[in-house]
């Protein structure tokens, strides 16, 4: 569901060209085994990319007073929301695919601003956190707030290294814009949305212990934390 490369690949630009990045066609996926409570048709099973996939440009800006925030729900599970939200709306327009054998690899860019983006997996987890179960995000705290956050700089629109990873009907993936601007603050994340079919590789197949030995996995969000 997640992935984040060094911040020296992002500023490479001979060894490591974009397009390495992302996921192309006859690119290896693999799922965990973690994915059986939410895909079970997914779970520890390898694919191929079958088609060149299309990548969409998706900007997506809110506006909050300092100390406000903005909720982006990016499932299908929820209607969009009107064309002017307020702060702490909803959002979800599609970022899932319709069907399932479609996976989305979407990188994340934020334009720079005064604010940071806190992420959960479904509604009620952080992912972003250490092992102690006392310690977690709370934005009414000064302390706590900015635990596991991703700023500007983290992942610039220039060169994203935050990835999401979506399917069709999974768990939610919530992101919080926490505005920290004098007065109103623009916040805009840029998603590149790298639109992929997939083709499972059966054990049968000769090619199936290369492609399992030299896919990409694809966690789980529960993979992801409790440690």
């Not at 992912?127 to 610039?156: A, C, E, H, M, Q």
Request: net charge neutral; with cysteine.
């Amino acid at each position: 569901m997640l992935s984040e490369l060094a911040p020296t690949i992002a500023r490479s630009t001979v060894e490591v060209k974009p397009s390495d990045l992302l996921l192309q066609q006859n690119s290896w996926v693999k799922f965990s085994k973690s994915w059986a409570a939410d895909q079970d048709y997914l779970a520890g099973n390898v694919y191929q990319v079958f088609n060149q996939p299309l990548v969409v440009r998706y900007p997506i800006t809110r506006k909050a007073p300092t100390g406000y925030y903005a909720t982006l729900d990016l499932s299908n599970t929820v209607n969009p929301p009107s064309t002017t939200p307020a702060a702490n709306a909803n959002f979800s327009w599609q970022m899932y695919p319709n069907t399932k054998n479609v996976l989305y690899q979407i990188s994340v860019g934020l334009k720079k601003g005064n604010y940071f983006v806190q992420t959960f997996i479904p509604s009620n987890k952080y992912i972003y956190t250490v092992g102690s179960t006392s310690i977690y995000p709370d934005f009414n705290s000064s302390l706590w707030r900015y635990l596991g956050v991703k700023y500007p700089k983290d992942s610039p629109e220039e060169s994203p290294v935050w990835n999401l990873y979506t399917v069709w009907n999974m768990v939610p993936i919530i992101l919080e814009l926490y505005s920290e601007g004098q007065d109103v603050e623009k916040m805009t994340l840029v998603f590149k949305v790298n639109k992929c079919q997939l083709k499972e590789i059966p054990p049968a197949n000769p090619k199936y212990d290369e492609a399992n030995a030299r896919a990409m996995l694809i966690p789980y969000y529960t993979d992801l934390v409790g440690f």
